[in-house]
């Protein structure tokens, strides 16, 4: 897995936010909002486009439009469904696809509990949302899912990430780019990411 870390003063800024304990359930979810629309926008960097006439105030001129293939947006529930808005803001006409996925608290494995991905899913571009990547074990489960759909233009996208995850992922499926705003520590030995976000599922949802 090749990994790019985004490094810009907005997102440093934000994220000192995000991982305060006195931030409310409101500013998490926006700015878990903001700081996706910035990864969104580097992660689709390779977009293809090409050249077409418009018609403006002077007349034709030469633009560029995005071709080649389109996006499927794949949000790992239930964390990754605060992501999702931010992705849809940069790029509103992509489809979704949802899977979800819960750690086992005792093996740290993922289970599968539901999956639905569009039709056409194996036509597009895949970007798999969840803000975190901590062992790596439920976004390994998820690109494996996508990749039996015969796709084959994948990325990841986490607010933070462990290095064990990112190991562990690379391992198998190092044609997958990962794009993160944060690059921690190491994980705990519960799994959890140091110094992270602590349940990130939770402060999204207000769930504790």
């Known amino acids: 897995m090749s990994i790019k870390v985004i490094q810009h003063p907005l997102i440093e800024h934000k994220m000192s936010l995000l991982r305060r304990n006195d931030t409310s359930i409101y500013q998490f979810r926006s700015l878990v ?57 940069v790029i509103p006409s992509a489809r979704v696809g949802i899977v979800g996925v819960y750690r086992d608290k005792k093996t740290l494995k993922p289970i599968e509990y539901y999956k639905k991905f569009n039709d056409d899913i194996s036509s597009r571009n895949v970007l798999i949302v969840d803000p975190m990547l901590a062992t790596g074990n439920s976004m390994k489960a998820v690109i494996e899912m996508v990749k039996k759909e015969n796709c084959t233009d994948i990325k990841a996208v986490c607010l933070v990430a462990a290095p064990e995850g990112v190991k562990n992922i690379t391992e198998d499926h190092n ?23 602590g349940d990130a599922g939770d402060k999204i949802f207000g769930t504790k």
């Open 33 to 89: 909002k903001e700081i996706s629309i910035f990864l969104t926008y580097e992660a689709l960097r390779s977009l293809e486009t090409h050249e077409y006439q418009i018609d403006t105030w002077q007349g034709k001129i030469g633009a560029r439009k995005i071709s080649g293939k389109k996006l499927s947006v794949v949000p790992i529930l239930r964390a990754g469904f605060g992501m999702l808005n931010g992705v849809l803001e």
């Open 175 to 197: 044609d997958v780019q990962l794009f993160t705003s944060a690059l921690d520590d190491h994980l705990n030995e519960d799994g959890y990411i140091i110094p992270g976000l």
